[in-house]
């Protein structure tokens, strides 16, 4: 671990970004140009005063979790990323987890969403970031691990997965994840984590093994859906969605027309918050 580079390149990284950068407040009193390192922090998920200690080079050696989130907070590219890892005494992230890092282009434009649902899936539909809105409507991602942080392998094993969409549509999204799933199996391999959920779905859902043997392969750029709220009940919303170049990631964002009730609908999600989850969690 080299704690003055690592110290340096933090604390560069850090004076080069902006509030608005981040989707933060510019605020009235602020001397440095750059973030604030209780910002850092808290982007982070971390004490100020761990973070404090890394730009003064008395920290002990971040954990690899670690790294990632000082890398999504200081909008890290994926060479910048690397970098952070080798100079803390950790190898680079691996291929099969780089998929996690979320791309600082899509980052930017969720950060200046703040008033409708917007997240960001890697491939295996795992939420990597999401907005309160996005939060209100679907619940906290960050509670699932391992295979369940897939979205694919949740609505084959958990049937509170499917409650956000309306019972007729169903079988139609089924037949989404699936070819969904058939895509990034094709591009990652079947040594890849892609490989892994249909090796496991295989076994645990004979709806999934059915569908995944009409090989129906597909990428949806764009979609009209209703999605229910436990508490504000049908929301009628547009899916839009802007992927990376490689595919790997897409932002979804959804909305619904001016002066209707579902677009008043995804404002009250801003008031409601979590907090009509926790039963369904």
Same mark, same amino acid.
Do not use: C
């Given at each position: 671990m080299?704690?003055a580079e690592?110290? !340096?390149?933090?604390?560069?990284?850090?004076?080069e970004?902006r509030?608005?950068?981040?989707?933060?407040p510019?605020g009235?009193?602020?001397?440095?140009?750059?973030?604030r390192?209780?910002?850092?922090? !808290?982007?982070?998920?971390m004490?100020?005063?761990?973070?404090?200690?890394l730009?003064?080079?008395?920290?002990? /050696?971040?954990?690899?979790?670690?790294?990632a989130s000082?890398?999504r907070?200081?909008?890290?590219?994926?060479d910048?990323?690397?970098?952070?890892?080798r100079?803390?005494g950790r190898n680079?992230?691996?291929?099969?987890t780089?998929g996690?890092?979320v791309?600082?282009?899509?980052?930017?434009?969720?950060?200046?969403?703040?008033?409708t649902?917007?997240?960001?899936?890697?491939n295996?539909?795992?939420?990597?970031m999401?907005?309160?809105?996005?939060?209100?409507?679907?619940?906290?991602?960050?509670?699932?691990?391992?295979?369940?942080?897939s979205?694919?392998?949740?609505w084959?094993?958990?049937?509170?997965?499917r409650l956000?969409y309306?019972?007729h549509d169903r079988e139609?999204?089924?037949?989404a994840q699936v !070819?969904?799933l058939?895509a990034?199996?094709?591009?990652?391999?079947?040594r890849?984590?892609a490989?892994?959920l249909?090796?496991?779905l295989?076994?645990?859902s004979?709806e999934?093994?059915?569908?995944?043997?009409?090989?129906?392969?597909?990428?949806?750029f764009e979609?009209?859906?209703v999605?229910?709220?436990?508490?504000?009940g049908?929301i009628?919303?547009d899916c839009?969605?802007?992927f990376?170049?490689?595919?790997s /990631?897409?932002?979804?964002?959804?909305t619904?027309?001016?002066r209707?009730e579902?677009?008043?609908?995804?404002?009250l999600?801003?008031?409601?918050g979590?907090?009509?989850?926790v039963s369904?969690?």
């Open positions: 080299d704690r690592l110290a !340096a390149f933090l604390r560069r990284r850090r004076e970004l509030p608005e950068d981040v989707g933060l510019l009235a009193r602020r001397r440095a140009h750059g973030l390192r209780e910002e850092v922090a !808290a982007l982070a998920v004490s100020t005063d761990y973070y404090t200690r730009e003064q080079q008395r920290g002990p /050696q971040p954990s690899e979790q670690m790294l000082l890398a907070a200081l909008r890290l590219t994926g910048e990323r690397d970098y952070l890892f100079v803390a680079a992230p691996s291929p099969e780089t996690t890092h791309a600082p282009a899509l980052q930017r434009v969720l950060d200046r969403l703040t008033d649902p917007a997240l960001i899936l890697s295996l539909g795992e939420v990597l999401q907005n309160r809105f996005a939060e209100a409507l679907y619940g906290d991602s960050s509670r699932f691990t391992g295979l369940a942080r979205g694919i392998y949740r084959f094993t958990d049937p509170d997965e956000i309306p019972e139609r999204q089924s037949r !070819a969904n058939r990034a199996y094709g591009s990652m391999g079947p890849s984590r490989g892994e249909v090796r496991v295989s076994r645990e004979a999934f093994a059915q569908l995944w043997e009409r090989h129906e392969v597909a990428k949806r979609d009209h859906k999605l229910v709220h436990p508490q504000l049908e009628e919303v839009q969605a802007l990376t170049e490689d595919q /990631q897409a932002l979804l964002v959804l619904a027309p001016p209707t579902a677009f008043d609908k995804l404002q999600l801003g008031v409601l979590t907090e009509t989850f369904r969690a």
